[in-house]
């Protein structure tokens, strides 16, 4: 298994351009998440989702939309790049019931100029 | 509103020695609390799981004491090693809320050889 697969690993966007993170797992996990973490704030939740189709939005979801159309991918879009959004973005997933540990991907470091 | 406080300082010890990382919370009755390990440009791996019902928890050199009580729950590695230079994250979890965890900021421990 590859676990969490995140890409890119690295991209500097300009201000007001737009992409999409990727994140996929092969673990059939029904719970996937999106984190940012900025030095020194600890890791804040974007968006989550508890199953294909059904998405919801964390504690910092403005300037962010998701989607999840199947259960292994769940990407992160950013329509108008911000300077605030220069941050390192994790996905992380995990199994239902008493299978509580999250598994992260390798993050996506990106910056916005 | 929920909270959760780590060690704010970093924390050095000498090789050997048992490093111990404190997570304090209020305002929250977690199911269960989490302790992750991030290192530099990674993202964090579960190490271990605690539940309200369990006073500790053993996996190798590490041990997890929680304390309903007190709303603290101590980490602590034994026989400390350079190699377990990292941060490390607590996060809280119960059956509800959609699974989300609520994270501390972490602690930064180096040991010194």
């Known amino acids: 298994n590859a676990g969490v697969t995140q890409t890119p690993k690295f991209r500097i966007l300009k201000i007001g351009q737009s992409m999409t993170l990727q994140c996929t797992q092969d673990m059939n996990h029904n719970y996937m998440y999106w984190y940012r973490q900025d030095p020194g704030m600890g890791l804040k939740l974007i968006y989550y989702s508890v199953g294909a189709g059904i998405t919801d939005k964390g504690e910092v979801p403005n300037g962010y939309n998701v989607s999840r159309s199947t259960t292994e991918d769940f990407p992160l879009r950013l329509e108008l790049a911000a300077p605030s959004q220069t941050s390192v973005y994790f996905c992380?997933?995990?199994?239902?019931?008493?299978?509580?540990?999250?598994?992260f991907g390798p993050g996506t470091r990106l910056l916005v100029l | 509103s929920q909270k959760i406080e780590q060690n704010s300082e970093a924390l050095n010890i000498q090789e050997g020695k048992t490093a111990t990382l404190t997570c304090n919370y209020t305002n929250y009755s977690p199911a269960y609390l989490q302790w992750y390990r991030q290192d530099p440009g990674r993202g964090p791996v579960f190490l271990l799981l605690?539940?309200?019902n369990e006073k500790e928890k053993r996996k190798e050199r590490l041990k997890v004491t929680f304390d309903t009580t007190l709303k603290q729950s101590l980490f602590h590695i034994t026989a400390s090693q350079p190699a377990d230079s990292a941060t490390y994250l607590c996060?809280?979890?119960?059956?509800?809320?959609?699974?989300?965890?609520?994270w501390g900021l972490g602690t930064s421990l180096a040991v010194n050889p």
């Open positions: 992380a997933s995990r199994g239902t019931g008493r299978r509580e540990t999250q598994y």
């Open positions: 996060a809280l979890g119960n059956a509800g809320n959609n699974r989300k965890l609520i």
């Open positions: 605690i539940r309200e």
